[in-house]
């Protein structure tokens, strides 16, 4: 019978290093320890390549503040160069303690993974664990011992460009996929004993509910949904031992957070459990100037220490006036140490102290096993969104016209915030149908810009690719954003596919040529019309660096395509918000919720994905309709595959509180589970649903399992309709 993922909950636990912290921090000096507190950059985040140490006798270099004990953390990868640095820390400096060495991994370091949101699509957090352990190794190997990962922004907001890099909208989910890769970046290392890295999730806290979409800016809600929704993933990092959290730039309902005691320490530390160390976004503690809540460095630095804020990323602050503050005022000395701390119990739990070198592993980079995993993940994450008369899979005896810039781009393709991907022979969609020797012509199509074709070039280039079709069984069109359009800074006030391309299109359907689209992007998009004008449309989203291969394994029917969507895909920008735990209205919506320009519904529900199978839900049984708010409800479900192809279908489960004390969602996601069907067989899927998962969050921030009639709903998607009642004493 199919397993299903559980929250865990084993917090990080300084106290088995507490005594040799204490002996450590009573030997360092003020200097010392405002040093552990300072965190270096040292590489630039665009090339990655401009390599400076600094002259040895040059003061203010990075060996000078090694030497002198200055640096508690090197933004830095490289194993010769944090090796080097390390060495530093360790023999030159005073007490020889060693440097934690920060560094962005993703969605994969050197073998790249499809972006969060589309590996979020498998709704498999243990492949995901998966995915984060060949990284943490690949990381560990390139001399990284924490990396700023995952990134757990809770989003129900498309615009923002970072939705890309989360888990979708959805809190249930993004905590399985919070802990799974925690657990998955702070794998053991047999040789040593301790984890290869720590793992920093961020960023805490709010980020993702930046308004209009644009980055930083300010992020307001009402305390019961951040509390019951958005907060829920970081408790779930909390809980699956992460190392350390990241706090976010932003305000948070009145509050920047960088300076918000009430959220680092009342709420993270005191109320989750978190007992790892925080490090401020880079150079958000001087930016607490720019939030006007600050009058200078030293203020700003005095505010975001005693709020809770443990490393100071990059801008300096706390190495230029911690020292002074310490001196000036008890309070501040008692943060510093407390900080201190923090930073040393999780060097203790790294085993940095004992093995402060990391080993190269070149066996780690990019094996053979990482690659097939990205190749199978970029698989399980595609979304068949649209298959008009049985159009996919494609027969592979047949010639197809291959359209679209994106179908040769490997940059594009790997998408956002692959910083370490190596020159390995992965393949774009172009590249994999050329070694999988299909029958093909190629043609770019469109440009990413649009103003690089005049009318003159546009109207020639079109009739090419008519010309091409007409020659072709079938048309494979690979469209979307490039991967610049998504990530930091990379709001969009427009969710549409760039027009040129859905014009490409119409042309290609008045003709009355067969198109099979592949949609690559890394946001949820409106694309109504590119659904419309496809007989098949694949969401590939930007799937990394065997996405290529990925794709045409999806499309040629060599895998029989899985993904689900975590986000809800909008019909228009403005519907935004839109998701599916909308709180329930007094006028229901399909009646009064209407736009008088545009449907209320969403062009494709969250939870949404086809395959090349055909599944019946049978029925539904729930053996213990009464149980107790401690309880755990116990459903088995009966599906059918009726297809001659096996398929791995999404078992999801979604309730209602039928009367509550105060509004609650007209559904939400509580439970689901993955079944695998032999072709033409049946399974009884089982979900055994916590009681807890059933809570509300009352208006003084309680949150309790009420008593009265609840519904369940179970089926493919967030509109399913096989519903079942229950009761909760």
């Not at 469209?479 to 391309?501: D, V, Y």
């Not at 067969?514 to 890394?522: D, I, N, Q, Y």
């Not at 399974?683 to 649903?689: P, Q």
Request: charged letters at 25%.
């Amino acid at each position: 019978m199919p397993t299903q993922n559980h929250l865990i909950k084993a917090p990080f636990d300084p106290s088995p290093y507490a005594d040799m912290v204490e002996e450590l921090l009573n030997k360092m000096t003020v200097a010392e320890k405002v040093g552990q507190i300072n965190l270096e950059c040292v590489d630039d985040f665009e090339g990655l390549t401009e390599w400076n140490l600094g002259s040895p006798a040059e003061e203010g270099s990075i060996m000078d503040k090694l030497r002198r004990g200055c640096v508690g953390a090197v933004i830095c990868r490289g194993f010769e160069k944090n090796t080097k640095l390390q060495q530093i820390a360790v023999k030159e400096s005073r007490l020889g303690i060693p440097l934690l060495f920060g560094y962005d991994v993703i969605h994969g370091h050197r073998t790249i993974f499809p972006i969060p949101l589309g590996t979020a699509s498998t709704w498999d957090p243990s492949i995901l664990e998966k995915t984060e352990e060949f990284a943490a190794k690949e990381a560990y190997s390139d001399g990284i011992n924490w990396v700023f990962a995952p990134m757990i922004d809770l989003c129900r907001d498309p615009r923002w460009g970072r939705v890309a890099e989360g888990a979708g909208e959805d809190p249930l989910l993004a905590s399985l996929i919070a802990q799974a890769k925690v657990k998955g970046f702070q794998t053991v290392n047999p040789d040593t004993g301790y984890p290869y890295v720590a793992a920093g999730f961020k960023h805490y806290c709010g980020y993702g509910l930046s308004e209009g979409g644009r980055d930083y800016d300010a992020c307001s809600i009402n305390e019961q949904t951040l509390m019951m929704d958005y907060m829920k993933p970081y408790a779930a990092a909390v809980d699956a031992g992460a190392m350390n959290a990241m706090s976010s730039f932003n305000v948070l309902n009145g509050e920047v957070v960088t300076a918000s005691r009430y959220y680092l320490t009342e709420i993270l530390r005191e109320k989750f459990g978190f007992g790892g160390f925080v490090v401020s976004d880079y150079g958000s503690v001087a930016e607490l100037i720019e939030h006007r809540v600050a009058g200078d460095l030293k203020d700003a630095a005095s505010i975001a220490i005693t709020a809770g804020v443990d490393m100071d990323m990059a801008s300096g602050t706390y190495l230029d006036h911690c020292e002074a503050l310490y001196k000036d005022d008890s309070r501040f000395a008692e943060a510093i140490d407390e900080a201190v701390r923090r930073i040393l119990s999780v060097k203790f739990a790294l085993g940095l102290f004992e093995h402060p070198y990391n080993e190269e592993h070149p066996e780690f980079t990019a094996s053979s096993e990482s690659i097939e995993l990205a190749r199978e993940v970029a698989r399980k994450s595609a979304v068949l969104l649209e298959n008009k008369n049985g159009t996919l899979p494609l027969d592979k005896s047949k010639k197809y016209l291959l359209l679209g810039q994106l179908a040769d781009s490997l940059r594009n393709m790997i998408g956002t915030w692959a910083l370490c991907s190596p020159e390995l022979p992965h393949h774009t969609v172009k590249g994999a149908m050329e070694e999988g020797n299909y029958s093909f012509v190629y043609h770019v199509g469109y440009p990413m810009d649009e103003s690089e074709w005049d009318a003159d070039l546009r109207a020639s280039q079109f009739d090419e690719v008519l010309s091409l079709a007409d020659e072709c069984d079938g048309v494979i069109f690979v469209c979307g954003e490039p991967e610049s359009w998504s990530g930091e800074c990379s709001g969009s006030a427009t969710l549409e596919i760039p027009g040129i391309q859905t014009e490409l299109l119409r042309k290609l359907k008045e003709k009355g040529h067969r198109v099979t689209s592949v949609l690559m992007c890394g946001r949820a998009v409106a694309c109504r019309e590119i659904s419309e004008l496809s007989d098949a449309l694949l969401l590939a989203w930007h799937n990394g660096s065997e996405g290529g291969a990925a794709v045409c394994d999806c499309i040629f029917g060599d895998c029989n395509p899985s993904g689900r969507l975590p986000i809800t895909f909008p019909y228009h920008v403005g519907q935004i918000p839109i998701h599916h735990a909308l709180l329930s209205s007094g006028r229901p919506r399909e009646r009064y919720g209407r736009y008088r320009n545009c449907t209320a519904e969403p062009l494709y529900p969250f939870g949404y994905g086809l395959s090349y199978s055909e599944i019946r839900y049978n029925g539904a049984v729930i053996d213990n309709p009464t149980l107790s708010a401690d309880d755990t409800l116990r459903v088995r479900v009966e599906i059918e595959n009726l297809s001659d192809i096996p398929v791995c279908e999404t078992v999801q489960a979604y309730f209602k509180d039928n009367v509550s004390s105060v509004p609650t969602p007209e559904r939400k996601l509580c439970g689901f589970a993955k079944a695998e069907l032999a072709p033409h067989s049946k399974v009884e899927v089982a979900l055994l649903i916590p009681a807890s998962r059933f809570a509300l969050m009352t208006r003084d921030l309680r949150e309790i399992v009420e008593s009265g009639e609840f519904t369940l709903f179970i089926g493919h998607d967030s509109t399913c309709k096989l519903s079942l009642p229950f009761t909760i004493e």
